[in-house]
């Protein structure tokens, strides 16, 4: 059987469908206290089931194994099993609380088990055994009892039928108005013929609702769930509904159903009072309001906040909220703000490692599909790697911990072929090193100088807050010993040693990922991974120790262009930007060394070929992905460079090629990271992207405190709002008319053609003022609006409607003025719609400044 590996855990099993699959973490480090193993794995655990939810509900249970013997009894050793029961997740559920509360489960039941007088005694934990069941709670069946805290609402009528046609008995519910409105009899039979439940099936699972609907023209249905929570100090749990299944547009016969699972069936009940039932999750609130039946938002009859209030609220309200998803939106609390907090990022990262991987091209003719022919497979053939510390790392430091400061270059061949299964385990053994050279911890030695400018400093290195006798902090380099700066405390605790060595390879995601990611789970350690899609990661770690990865980083994602490119930008009269390469290679070199060098990927095809003993002929270097030739200078170049090292194979050629590559990457890194720290004192070893270093470079570089929406009607407004992304061309010719033209016909209308162009359209947008706080409702008025402009210290956002006039659509025929963004279910996309027909445009929003 093929073993999957999965971040902590091994896939062990599947049912043939994979609605049932098993995963199993073995205790191999062998950890003796429960607490520790559990949350050890908590991590990952809550990654798998975050993942394998987005495919659908899932329910997921625990099964802790353990080893237990009596004291001094030999051959007593007996195993045990904590269990959970199976526990429903959906896509809006809090994964890390329902871990956390199965975890007090499983140690709740192990406790009861030694205190209950058993004479057993731990020997060993064995594992934890994670079941995952594809879940479709919406097969409503038999009757089940309503929570007491839902039943208390009175919100609800609970057929209590005996059979699987629950749904059916809920619908019938509306109609029953003899008591009690619970029991099933003729109350309920005699509105049997007012519905056609033909082609419904019984148990009736969410998506046969759209048949009843169809069979039923003037009727539509909406479906919510019921969530458990738990809030402490309360000792009994919560309840909070949420939509599941909501249509677009109610008609007349409309019906809110509440579908509620236990351990083994799923049971419909027709909710008789929808705002009673969730007021109280909603709004604290005692007048009556209505509320959004896709998102839950709250409306009141009396005027809120200078918007319109009661039914005409919700009215307007759908028509925004309706193209959305129902959800149970999550908003930040009132007064919440986004402010840069990563001061760690300030402290240059003290190692990271540079790497790349060369493979051969083996010829196949493969066919995949009508369509497609593989004439290609990349192997990987060798890696490269350089280890590079910072400055202020000691050599010692790096020799005691066995730290390589030369490259390492590491080749294949077919009798040993694994050479990306070879590359994880170099990484790992030196990341092991690092991590040991990173709990160095020696204490401050501070000079008469640092301590006058210590006593000196009135403000944090950092973050630049006011510091005092109390909070001012003597920040320290914890591998020498050496005073830094001085700090407040809260900057100080933040400056922790890394917990990973970034790994960096250009162009990672779309080629060298797909080499490593095949050979991370070769050992039982964690893997953790942040996907792009199916096939691509943004990034990947691979855990060595309990709290210590090695973490791959895409140079790509902050460089976006060719390496040839980036180490020619690097060039100068002196090369003295290539301090690398200079390390590794002789004055004399550095010509040959400093520029991308030159290597025929297709020729390489086998093991073989790299046992040739000259540079193969010009025609050899051809490629079959741009369909072209080398040119004679990159051939004479590569001539060049076999000949001055003295290359006695295409292996040896292969060698070099790569350790260039490999050096030039990390002087084109390591000139990124020191601009980078000199402008924003921020070190892009610690992210992933550019956009995620620039914004945050934007928040410590302003100091901007961004006020967050915690209204989501405001968030609805303004998305409502976007516009762009228009391009077209409605009239497809034009000939212009006047004294300047050739056929010139003084009796018609003078036209002319004129070409516009814009340029920068992106970094204009992106240089504009922008709203950064102080949201609120206002009464609607145009007063002052004149006076605005684009630097005006208040902004506006003005959702109003627009007429549209007869004579405007013929004159603007070629573009109109104002459109409209629909959403495409089936492209699942957004686009810029020209409504040619359309008189009137409603909610369209326009921003008439900003603030900066």
Same mark, same amino acid.
């Given at each position: 059987?093929?073993?999957?590996?999965?971040?902590?855990?091994?896939?062990?099993?599947?049912?043939a469908?994979?609605?049932?699959?098993?995963?199993?973490?073995?205790?191999?480090?062998?950890?003796?206290?429960?607490?520790?193993?559990?949350?050890?794995?908590?991590?990952?655990?809550?990654?798998?089931?975050?993942t394998?939810?987005?495919?659908?509900?899932i329910?997921?249970?625990?099964?802790?194994?353990?080893?237990?013997?009596?004291?001094?009894?030999?051959?007593?050793?007996?195993?045990?099993?904590?269990?959970?029961?199976?526990?429903?997740?959906?896509?809006h559920?809090?994964?890390?609380?329902?871990?956390e509360q199965?975890?007090?489960?499983l140690?709740?039941?192990?406790?009861?088990?030694?205190?209950?007088?058993?004479?057993?005694?731990?020997?060993?934990?064995?594992?934890?055994?994670?079941?995952?069941?594809?879940?479709?709670?919406?097969?409503?069946?038999?009757?089940?009892?309503?929570?007491?805290?839902?039943?208390?609402?009175?919100?609800?009528?609970?057929?209590?039928?005996?059979?699987?046609?629950?749904?059916?008995?809920?619908?019938?519910?509306?109609?029953?108005?003899?008591?009690?409105?619970?029991?099933?009899?003729?109350?309920?039979?005699?509105?049997e013929?007012?519905?056609?439940?033909d082609?419904?099936?019984?148990?009736?699972?969410?998506?046969?609702?759209?048949k009843?609907?169809?069979?039923?023209?003037?009727?539509?249905?909406?479906?919510?769930?019921?969530?458990?929570?738990?809030?402490p100090?309360?000792?009994?749990?919560?309840?909070?509904?949420?939509?599941?299944?909501?249509?677009d547009?109610?008609? $007349?016969?409309?019906?809110? #159903? /509440?579908?509620? !699972? +236990?351990? @083994?069936n799923?049971?419909?009940?027709? *909710?008789?009072?929808?705002?009673?039932?969730?007021?109280?999750?909603?709004?604290?609130?005692?007048?009556?309001?209505?509320?959004?039946?896709r998102?839950?938002?709250?409306?009141?009859?009396q005027?809120?906040?200078h918007?319109?209030?009661?039914?005409?609220?919700l009215?307007?309200?759908?028509?925004?909220?309706?193209?959305?998803?129902?959800?149970?939106?999550k908003?930040?609390?009132?007064?919440?703000?986004?402010?840069?907090?990563?001061?760690?990022?300030a402290?240059r990262?003290?190692i990271?490692?540079? $790497?790349?991987?060369?493979? #051969? /091209?083996?010829? !196949? +003719?493969? @066919?995949?599909?009508?369509?497609?022919? *593989?004439?290609?497979?990349?192997?990987?053939?060798?890696?490269?790697?350089?280890?590079?510390?910072?400055?202020d790392?000691?050599?010692?430091?790096?020799?005691?911990?066995?730290?390589?400061?030369?490259p390492?270059?590491?080749?294949?061949s077919?009798?040993?072929?694994?050479?990306?299964?070879?590359?994880i385990?170099?990484?790992?053994?030196?990341?092991?090193?690092?991590?040991?050279?990173?709990?160095?911890?020696?204490?401050?030695?501070?000079f008469?100088?640092?301590?006058?400018?210590?006593?000196a400093?009135?403000?944090?290195?950092?973050?630049?807050?006011?510091?005092?006798?109390?909070?001012?902090?003597?920040?320290?380099?914890?591998?020498?010993?050496?005073?830094?700066?001085?700090l407040?405390?809260?900057?100080?605790?933040?400056?922790?040693?890394?917990?990973?060595?970034?790994?960096?390879?250009?162009?990672?995601?779309?080629?060298?990922?797909?080499f490593?990611?095949?050979?991370?789970?070769?050992?039982?350690?964690?893997?953790?991974?942040i996907?792009?899609?199916?096939?691509?990661?943004?990034?990947?770690?691979?855990?060595?120790?309990?709290?210590?990865?090695?973490?791959?980083?895409?140079?790509?994602?902050?460089m976006a262009?060719?390496?040839?490119?980036?180490?020619?930008?690097?060039?100068?009269?002196?090369?003295?930007?290539?301090?690398?390469?200079?390390?590794?290679?002789?004055?004399?070199?550095?010509?040959?060394?400093?520029?991308?060098?030159v290597?025929?990927?297709?020729?390489?095809d086998?093991?073989?070929?790299?046992?040739?003993?000259?540079?193969?002929a010009?025609?050899?270097?051809?490629?079959?992905?741009?369909?072209?030739?080398?040119k004679?200078?990159?051939y004479?170049f590569?001539?060049d460079?076999?000949?001055?090292?003295?290359?006695?194979?295409?292996?040896?050629?292969?060698?070099?090629?790569?350790?260039?590559?490999?050096?030039?990457?990390?002087?084109v890194?390591?000139?990124?990271?020191?601009?980078?720290l000199?402008?924003?004192?921020?070190?892009?070893?610690?992210?992933?992207?550019?956009?995620?270093?620039?914004?945050?470079?934007?928040?410590?570089?302003?100091?901007?405190?961004?006020?967050?929406?915690?209204?989501?009607?405001?968030?609805?407004?303004?998305?409502?709002?976007?516009?762009?992304?228009?391009?077209?061309?409605?009239?497809?010719?034009?000939?212009?008319?006047n004294e300047?033209?050739?056929?010139?016909?003084?009796?018609?209308?003078?036209s002319?053609l004129?070409?516009?162009?814009?340029?920068?359209?992106?970094?204009?947008a992106?240089?504009?003022?922008?709203?950064?706080?102080?949201?609120?409702?206002?009464?609607?008025?145009?007063?002052?609006?004149?006076?605005?402009?684009a630097?005006?210290?208040?902004?506006?956002?003005?959702?109003?409607?627009?007429?549209?006039?007869?004579n405007?659509?013929?004159?603007?025929t070629?573009?109109h003025?104002?459109?409209?963004i629909?959403?495409?279910q089936?492209?699942?996309?957004r686009?810029?719609?020209?409504?040619?027909?359309?008189?009137?445009?409603?909610?369209?929003i326009?921003?008439?400044?900003?603030?900066?």
């Open positions: 059987m093929d073993m999957v590996k999965t971040p902590g855990f091994t896939e062990i099993s599947s049912s469908n994979r609605k049932i699959v098993w995963y199993y973490a073995k205790n191999i480090n062998n950890v003796q206290n429960y607490p520790d193993f559990l949350h050890s794995l908590e991590p990952e655990l809550n990654q798998i089931l975050k394998r939810v987005q495919q659908g509900a329910k997921f249970n625990l099964k802790l194994e353990a080893t237990y013997n009596r004291a001094n009894v030999p051959k007593s050793s007996e195993n045990r099993a904590f269990k959970t029961t199976a526990t429903e997740i959906f896509m559920t809090d994964i890390d609380s329902i871990v199965a975890f007090v489960k140690l709740a039941e192990e406790d009861a088990y030694v205190y209950r007088g058993s004479g057993f005694t731990l020997e060993a934990i064995d594992g934890l055994l994670l079941g995952i069941y594809n879940y479709t709670p919406m097969a409503g069946s038999s009757y089940i009892e309503l929570p007491a805290y839902i039943d208390r609402k009175r919100a609800t009528i609970n057929p209590q039928n005996n059979d699987q046609q629950c749904f059916k008995w809920a619908i019938l519910a509306k109609h029953v108005t003899e008591q009690p409105k619970y029991r099933i009899g003729e109350n309920y039979r005699q509105h013929g007012k519905y056609n439940f082609g419904i099936s019984f148990p009736t699972p969410l998506s046969d609702i759209s009843f609907e169809k069979y039923n023209p003037n009727v539509t249905v909406n479906v919510y769930g019921l969530d458990k929570k738990f809030q100090p309360r000792k009994y749990p919560t309840y909070e509904v949420y939509p599941l299944r909501v249509s547009e109610e008609k $007349a016969n409309h019906f809110d #159903l /509440l579908s509620v !699972t +236990d351990d @083994e799923s049971h419909y009940i027709y *909710i008789a009072n929808f705002s009673r039932l969730i007021r109280s999750q909603k709004t604290h609130h005692e007048s009556q309001a209505i509320f959004c039946k998102c839950f938002t709250s409306f009141h009859k005027n809120l906040k918007k319109l209030s009661g039914q005409a609220a009215e307007h309200h759908r028509l925004i909220c309706g193209p959305h998803k129902p959800i149970l939106p908003m930040p609390e009132d007064g919440t703000v986004l402010e840069f907090n990563a001061w760690q990022n402290q990262h003290p990271v490692i540079y $790497a790349d991987f060369e493979a #051969l /091209l083996v010829k !196949t +003719d493969e @066919e995949k599909g009508d369509n497609t022919t *593989i004439i290609q497979k990349h192997r990987p053939m060798s890696y490269g790697l350089i280890v590079k510390a910072s400055e790392v000691p050599t010692e430091l790096l020799s005691e911990h066995n730290i390589p400061t030369e390492v270059i590491y080749r294949g077919e009798s040993q072929p694994d050479v990306a299964r070879h590359f385990e170099t990484v790992t053994d030196i990341s092991l090193n690092i991590e040991k050279l990173l709990k160095t911890n020696i204490p401050i030695n501070m008469a100088d640092d301590i006058q400018v210590h006593e400093a009135t403000h944090c290195n950092l973050c630049k807050c006011d510091v005092n006798n109390y909070t001012r902090i003597r920040d320290h380099d914890h591998l020498t010993g050496k005073f830094r700066q001085t407040c405390s809260r900057c100080n605790l933040s400056l922790k040693q890394p917990k990973y060595v970034p790994v960096f390879i250009h162009n990672l995601t779309n080629y060298d990922a797909h490593i990611v095949t050979e991370l789970g070769y050992d039982s350690h964690r893997i953790k991974v996907p792009n899609s199916e096939e691509k990661f943004v990034t990947f770690s691979k855990y060595i120790s309990n709290n210590f990865t090695f973490r791959f980083v895409d140079t790509f994602r902050f262009t060719r390496l040839s490119t980036l180490a020619a930008n690097l060039i100068t009269p002196n090369l003295e930007k290539f301090r690398i390469t200079a390390k590794h290679f002789s004055n004399n070199d550095l010509p040959l060394v400093t520029r991308k060098g290597y025929p990927y297709d020729f390489t086998d093991w073989a070929k790299l046992e040739q003993t000259t540079l193969p010009k025609e050899d270097f051809y490629s079959t992905l741009t369909e072209e030739y080398i004679e200078t990159e004479q590569a001539e460079v076999w000949s001055h090292f003295n290359c006695q194979t295409l292996g040896e050629y292969s060698d070099l090629y790569l350790k260039i590559d490999v050096l030039l990457l990390a002087d890194f390591e000139n990124f990271r020191d601009l980078c000199s402008t924003y004192n921020l070190d892009p070893a610690y992210y992933f992207t550019a956009p995620a270093f620039s914004f945050d470079a934007m928040l410590k570089y302003t100091s901007i405190k961004l006020d967050l929406l915690s209204d989501y009607e405001m968030l609805l407004m303004i998305e409502n709002g976007i516009r762009g992304g228009l391009t077209q061309a409605s009239m497809r010719y034009a000939k212009p008319n300047r033209t050739p056929d010139y016909n003084p009796a018609d209308p003078k002319w004129v070409y516009q162009d814009c340029n920068n359209l992106y970094g204009w992106m240089s504009q003022f922008m709203p950064y706080g102080g949201f609120k409702w206002v009464k609607p008025s145009l007063n002052g609006l004149a006076d605005l402009n630097t005006s210290p208040i902004g506006r956002f003005y959702e109003v409607d627009i007429t549209y006039p007869n405007f659509t013929i004159n603007t070629a573009c003025f104002y459109h409209k629909v959403y495409h089936a492209q699942k996309c686009n810029s719609w020209l409504r040619l027909n359309q008189k009137k445009i409603m909610l369209f326009i921003a008439t400044s900003n603030k900066s």
